[in-house]
């Protein structure tokens, strides 16, 4: 995950608010100072630098003795950084945003490929274990862009090997530069301040980054100060506000001394600790909780669970990422207000008019989804794994390969609040994406209207759709019973969450059929350190109540509305409990 602080107006406090979130972040987290012009992160987080580097661009060098001065090179050029003068070659390499257009186009090869230098990139750690990458441009440089894409892609190849969250300080404004930090994040963090330029720029940051479609939010450093005009401009364009930072001259003190806030002042790493854990636009864990309820076996009550935690939950986006059997809408019954086609894949179609039957598809395929008739050949849909290989080798040309259809996605209202959903086709593929698509559909949902959680009902199983569901998010629900199946199918959903490195609490539904395995399960979660959230009692309400498509805790107060109520403020704990690093799940055989 990748959030960037950015701003409207210099001195708004987004080093601040990085470096503090970098000191309190409960996970591998590394800290990245794109305010390559006057970079200042690395004066508070103060880091052993490991390592630096000379960044430089391409820039092309002219051999006068090879030039006929055809223009072809100055025409191209839309930099002005090339100019033909009668028969002299002119490069003004500062001039020169490195495209090498002019070198691929020049047909005398009198242009080669020189360099010039950008500034440097440093790296090293802070505080043993928080990662800094910075950029520094050379003075004279008058492009800081290129600088930033060197500086990130110094970085890409650490973070591919050894995953992090990053935190990447902008540079102030809204031009080219804060517009290329901010393209590489997942989410934007506004700082302002409640003052007229605060305010003024904040609206303009908010305009030139809307167009990214990104998620965003935002930090009113130095609340309590100006008037209420920020807070407004953030309802009116359903922007939460995620924390205040309040206008103390302690906070002034300790920025003087180059100290992180974060650990100066206990209060402020009280808040900044508190918002790692609070919704913010970041659509993982760092914005917005997301639980997922996931069972193993089918048939354990998974979805009538997490209809329950639904109408006990407070302003929560529900996702049903059942997308092969779904059927969470029949308890929740939804209005639908946004219907889309879901679209992945590609099949092959032969064209019957042009197909001279050689064979060679129904020969080559290793799926047999080539069919053979009287008529000709076709291909079986179900069958067809997209692999294209018919495609290429059809000697007449007559297979089509459109996209896949592949099922359809929607947006609801329901009396629980808003629900993601989706139905896949049957004999459909591509199930794990359609949840990838659901759970972003999700998130951004969550940060356009505030909501402060995604609770997910899961698929059945250990495959691709679970895998889909489980990856980054906060906690998994299990849900089993008492059974040989239910035992056997919660060890290997274990094994799955402890794979993904997955918190997990357990629940064992109608638990009172088989009280001596219920307590077994008991005794593994606390062997390995698995939450063990409940065990609720066989009920017959569960089903009187979805008979009358409603959730038991809304059919009724008696009987299993209680226990399930203390259950969903064990979850809200699991959901809350910081974690560095996370607790890896370790899976063993009940015993």
């Not at 209420?228 to 309040?246: M, T």
């Not at 947006?411 to 139905?423: E, K, M, W, Y």
């Amino acid at each position: 995950m990748i959030i960037a602080v950015a701003s409207g107006k210099g001195g708004t406090g987004k080093t601040t608010v990085t470096s503090s979130l970098a000191w309190v972040w409960d996970r591998k987290v590394t800290a990245v100072d794109l305010d390559v012009e006057e970079p200042n992160l690395h004066l508070f987080l103060k880091p052993e630098i490991l390592g630096r580097e000379v960044a430089t661009i391409e820039v092309p060098v002219a051999d006068e003795s090879k030039c006929t001065a055809c223009r072809a090179c100055a025409d191209l050029c839309q930099f002005k950084a090339i100019s033909v003068l009668g028969s002299v070659l002119l490069t003004f390499p500062e001039m020169c945003h490195g495209c090498g257009g002019c070198i691929a186009v020049c047909p005398e090869k009198a242009l080669s490929s020189g360099t010039r230098e950008l500034g440097e990139i440093l790296w090293g750690r802070a505080a043993g274990r928080i990662g800094f990458y910075m950029g520094r441009l050379r003075v004279g440089e008058a492009m800081s862009p290129p600088l930033m894409r060197a500086v990130m892609a110094k970085l890409a190849p650490a973070a591919a090997n050894a995953p992090t969250d990053i935190l990447i300080d902008a540079p102030p404004g809204t031009s080219c530069p804060a517009i290329n930090a901010v393209l590489p994040s997942d989410a934007i963090v506004l700082v302002t301040e409640p003052t007229p330029f605060g305010n003024h720029d904040f609206r303009l940051a908010h305009a030139a980054f809307s167009p990214l479609k990104k998620p965003m939010a935002v930090i009113i450093n130095r609340a309590g100060l100006g008037d209420r005009s920020v807070y407004e401009y953030c309802h009116s364009e359903h922007l939460p506000i995620l924390a205040e930072i309040p206008f103390d001259r302690r906070l002034a003190e300790a920025y003087s001394r180059g100290r992180v806030v974060a650990e100066a002042l206990p209060e402020m790493n009280k808040v900044f600790t508190e918002l790692v854990f609070r919704p913010n636009p970041s659509g993982r864990r760092r914005s917005m909780p997301e639980i997922v309820v996931i069972s193993g076996k089918g048939g354990t009550g998974k979805t009538s669970l997490t209809a329950a935690f639904a109408h006990l939950a407070e302003a929560a986006i529900i996702c049903d990422l059942d997308v092969d059997a779904p059927d969470l809408h029949l308890i929740l019954q939804p209005e639908v207000e946004t219907r889309e086609d879901f679209f992945s894949g590609h099949e092959a179609v032969i064209d019957p008019a042009g197909c001279t039957r050689c064979g060679l598809c129904e020969e080559i395929c290793r799926y047999q989804a080539v069919i053979s008739t009287s008529d000709g050949f076709s291909i079986n849909p179900l069958k067809c794994e997209g692999c294209k290989v018919c495609v290429h080798f059809c000697p007449a040309q007559t297979i089509r390969f459109p996209e896949r259809h592949c099922g359809r996605w929607f947006i609801s209202r329901t009396r629980f609040g808003p629900l993601v959903h989706a139905q896949l086709f049957p004999g459909a593929e591509n199930s794990g994406r359609l949840v990838a698509l659901l759970r972003q559909k999700a998130r951004e949902l969550a940060a356009q209207t505030g909501r402060a959680l995604i609770l997910s009902d899961g698929s059945p199983g250990i495959g691709c759709p679970v895998i889909s569901s489980l990856t980054g998010t906060d906690a998994a629900v299990l849900v089993t019973e008492p059974t040989p199946s239910g035992l056997h199918d919660l060890q290997r959903v274990a094994d799955l969450c402890r794979h993904f490195t997955i918190p997990i609490g357990v629940i064992v539904n109608k638990a009172d059929l088989n009280p001596e395995t219920t307590e077994a399960v008991h005794r593994w979660c606390a062997v390995e350190n698995a939450d063990f959230l409940g065990a609720l009692p066989y009920d017959p309400a569960v089903t009187e109540a979805m008979v009358r498509r409603q959730a038991v805790t809304e059919f009724s107060d008696n009987g299993l509305s209680a226990p399930i109520r203390i259950v969903w403020s064990k979850i809200i704990e699991l959901m809350q409990r910081p974690r560095s690093p996370r607790a890896a799940i370790k899976a063993a055989p009940v015993k």
